[in-house]
């Protein structure tokens, strides 16, 4: 009689236990796929609103052109304030004439 009960709670504990992980299971495949599918939602999102601009070139005028992708492709002119070359292009052409790295106006 004592070796029937303990048989049968140790059935019962065993059934409770698969029914735990089962359980236990299917919410970790739920969560994953709640995690996938707001990873998907979320890049899609970002998608909407990337800008890329990639830099195409410059003319005598140094102005740039840049291709720009947002929701279509665009073409952007950067028209410089001032006249002349950046003020990088400017440091450059110094140390290239010869006067040692200084800048216009120095």
Do not use: I
Not at 6 to 26: D, I, M, N, S, Y
Not at 68 to 80: I, S
């Amino acid at each position: 009689e004592e070796r029937k009960r303990v048989r049968q709670v140790e059935a019962a504990t065993k059934a409770a236990l698969a029914k735990q992980r089962e359980e236990q299971a299917k919410r970790e495949a739920q969560e994953r796929a709640n995690r996938e599918m707001l990873q998907r939602n979320y890049e899609a999102e970002m998608e909407k609103h990337v800008v890329r601009a990639e830099l195409l070139g410059s003319d005598r005028e140094y102005r740039e052109y840049w291709l720009v992708n947002a929701k279509d492709y665009r073409l952007f002119v950067h028209q410089p304030s001032t006249p002349g070359p950046p003020p990088a292009d400017r440091a450059w052409r110094s140390r290239a004439q010869g006067n040692g790295g200084a800048g216009a106006g120095a």
